[in-house]
């Protein structure tokens, strides 16, 4: 049976733009709107030896390792989103007081049937990175899983600058794993 050699063609000629994407993060949502960069953390798989007689061989290894999550976003004028990463991130290491984590980790407010719930869960958060294409649609969904802040960078205030370049914030984040999943949010791509 003969091949088709239209089949090994490629049917979309569009390439994946670097703008189009979006962020979020269920815990911080204020972060999603001035979020402006952001990436897919790399993926390595170790590996392991076979020795033999000549030479060793590596073999593919059986854990993987997942790279930080690193994400920049624009500071908003009231510091909001600055501010719940900066609050998110002291609540895990609690520098003044235990109640900071058990602030973080406590369910709800006071009508809630939750309020006063301890919940470890609450430490994390899911985020997911929605890739979009050249019609900011999406095309893939990147979901972290199990996400945690692990450093904020400062903001440098200088009155001797003459332009106004608005405050941009870098945060980097571990998570346990990323799936990537097609535009419906189930199905792997």
């Not at 952001?38 to 390792?65: C, H, N, W």
């Not at 945690?148 to 571990?174: G, H, R, V």
Request: glycine share 4%; with cysteine.
């Amino acid at each position: 049976m003969a091949r088709n050699p239209l089949e090994n063609q490629l049917s979309n000629r569009n390439f994946l733009s670097p703008i189009g994407f979006k962020f979020s993060i269920a815990k911080t949502p204020k972060v999603e709107f001035y979020c402006n960069s952001a990436r897919i953390p790399e993926i390595t798989l170790g590996t392991a030896i076979q020795p033999s007689y000549l030479k060793d061989i590596d073999i593919p290894g059986d854990k993987l390792q997942y790279g930080d999550l690193s994400l920049r976003f624009l500071v908003d004028e009231e510091m909001e989103n600055y501010m719940a990463i900066h609050t998110w991130l002291t609540g895990l290491g609690f520098p003044e007081t235990t109640e900071q984590f058990k602030d973080l980790t406590t369910e709800g407010n006071q009508n809630s049937n939750n309020y006063g719930k301890r919940d470890m869960d609450l430490a994390f958060s899911d985020a997911s990175l929605y890739i979009l294409n050249s019609n900011y649609r999406t095309t893939a969904i990147v979901k972290f899983k199990d996400l945690f802040p692990t450093s904020l960078t400062s903001i440098d205030f200088d009155a001797t600058d003459t332009d106004i370049n608005y405050f941009t914030a870098e945060a980097s984040f571990k998570y346990t794993i990323y799936n990537i999943l097609g535009p419906d949010n189930r199905t792997p791509l």
